[in-house]
């Protein structure tokens, strides 16, 4: 639905009224949430917004605070978007220009979170503790540029309006471990400090066994339990072939929802295994003998005012409608340069291995698990989709929907028709994928796709976080290193 239209410039407004920031379903969840605030008995209230890598922010308001984050939002430090993954702050706030090119973020002012109604859940974990996703706006009321559910927000607006509705499932894959250490001593601290010890929960190599699964049952069923009670919808839970390695299937959502599912899905499974003493990680590959990588599958397509699959055959010879084969050929186009977006990490290329089930190249490949893109559903009209091998799960969900929703309507747009698909994927004659965060930041920075998509401004922020996390690990002496190089020379 549009905003409601502002009134005059009203000071005795609130900030969410005099700006327009909420729609009309927005401010109808929100009577509805005021309610259940006071039904429930919710004492606390977490207010949390997506930083650049997808990792949730905030503050928890008590009580009391409620009714003015209705009215006014909460005030958060700008700086909360300028820190990489070590949660350093890499560009001094307090210079001249230190704002990214935006003196709004110099200084290290506020900005305002604005909760988002329609995201209200109950925490099964906590005490009477409610939790809303915001987004965030400066003070004048101006939306923050480098919000990345904005960004994803702008290109579902794209689609809306040539009638076409964004539908994606997720199939994550990430390790559970039991902790043993957390490392809390006082000479343990760091930014970051060391990595938990852990054991593993499963051993692995026994994909899919339910004798394996059963195992592990304990802490799944817990998971699974909370999970269903913040109303994600979960297809299917699955043991993993590698080590402490499982795989949690959600529904196929359309727009917004899934990004905002995987947000609150990652956060929930890693505080409730905290909590139970279990350690959950999406990082991509853990460094232990005989890990396999963990990968984030995504699949996709348009659907139209009618709810149907835009990308279903429109000719008895046909795999996909020639709209769904532009759609193909954009996500090949502009494979290069979203993948900063779909594998932010330096750990996420360590997956790229030829023969793994993970891409190493741009190709596409009917139901073909070792081809980048793989066309499912043949056969079933209704169910056929384009599956995208290439992310990680610690993906910025907004960033990597967004980015292949993007590279996809670029595809249309330019009427664009796909290579012929591949039936040996590791061997076929197709450009490589990048294979360092550096090299796709360089594909990212020199592109053109995601340029008019996301804005100049947007990549360069981007490329500067992760530039800072990427010189940081290029100048530490790392265990191999030592292993290689301190004895024999």
Not at 147 to 159: D, I, T
Not at 262 to 287: D, E, N, W
């Amino acid at each position: 639905m549009t905003p409601l239209l502002p009134a005059a410039n009203n000071p005795i407004m609130s900030f969410i009224e005099r700006h327009a920031l909420w729609t009309e379903e927005q401010h109808r969840a929100a009577a509805e949430v005021r309610r259940r605030l006071e039904v429930e008995g919710i004492e606390a209230l977490r207010l949390s917004f997506p930083d650049l890598h997808g990792l949730l922010r905030g503050k928890t308001l008590l009580s009391a605070a409620f009714p003015t984050a209705f009215l006014e939002g909460c005030g958060v430090p700008s700086t909360l978007l300028l820190k990489d993954s070590s949660h350093r702050t890499v560009v001094p706030v307090f210079s001249e220009g230190a704002g990214m090119g935006s003196r709004r973020l110099q200084g290290g002012s506020d900005m305002i979170m604005v909760p988002d109604p329609t995201t209200y859940r109950v925490l099964p974990w906590l005490q009477r503790t409610g939790w809303m996703l915001c987004d965030v706006y400066f003070p004048d009321g101006t939306p923050v540029p480098f919000a990345s559910r904005r960004l994803f927000q702008q290109q579902l607006r794209r689609a809306e309006q040539a009638g076409r509705v964004f539908v994606t499932g997720l199939e994550v894959e990430f390790h559970i471990t039991r902790l043993l250490d957390p490392k809390l001593a006082p000479e343990e601290a760091g930014q970051p400090g060391p990595a938990p010890q852990v054991e593993l929960i499963h051993q692995g190599y026994q994909h899919l066994t339910e004798q394996r699964f059963d195992r592990i049952e304990p802490i799944v069923e817990l998971l699974r339990r909370q999970l269903l009670q913040l109303d994600l919808p979960l297809s299917s839970v699955e043991l993993e072939f590698g080590p402490s390695q499982v795989e949690f299937v959600f529904q196929a959502g359309r727009g917004l929802q899934p990004a905002d599912d995987m947000i609150l899905f990652r956060s929930a499974v890693k505080q409730i295994c905290r909590r139970h003493g279990y350690h959950a990680t999406f990082m991509c590959r853990p460094a232990w003998p005989g890990a396999m990588s963990s990968g984030w599958h995504l699949h996709q397509s348009l659907a139209g005012p009618q709810g149907q699959n835009l990308f279903a055959p429109t000719a008895p010879a046909e795999l996909l409608s020639p709209l769904g084969r532009h759609y193909l050929a954009g996500l090949l186009s502009g494979a290069a340069e979203s993948v900063a977006f779909s594998t932010p990490t330096i750990n996420g290329y360590k997956r790229y291995r030829a023969g793994s089930l993970a891409p190493d190249r741009i190709a596409w490949g009917i139901d073909n698990r070792g081809a980048m893109l793989r066309v499912v559903g043949a056969g079933h009209p209704a169910a056929i989709r384009i599956e995208n091998r290439i992310g990680e799960p610690a993906a910025n969900p907004y960033l990597y929907l967004g980015s292949q929703l993007a590279t996809g309507l670029a595809g249309i747009a330019a009427g664009e028709e796909p290579p012929a698909c591949v039936d040996a994927p590791y061997e076929a004659p197709a450009p490589l994928l990048p294979t360092n965060l550096g090299m796709a930041l360089q594909a990212l920075c020199s592109g053109r796709i995601l340029r008019e998509a996301f804005g100049a401004e947007f990549l360069q922020y981007y490329a500067t976080i992760k530039q800072a996390e990427l010189r940081r690990y290029e100048t530490t002496v790392t265990d191999w290193e030592m292993k290689e190089y301190f004895d024999i020379f």
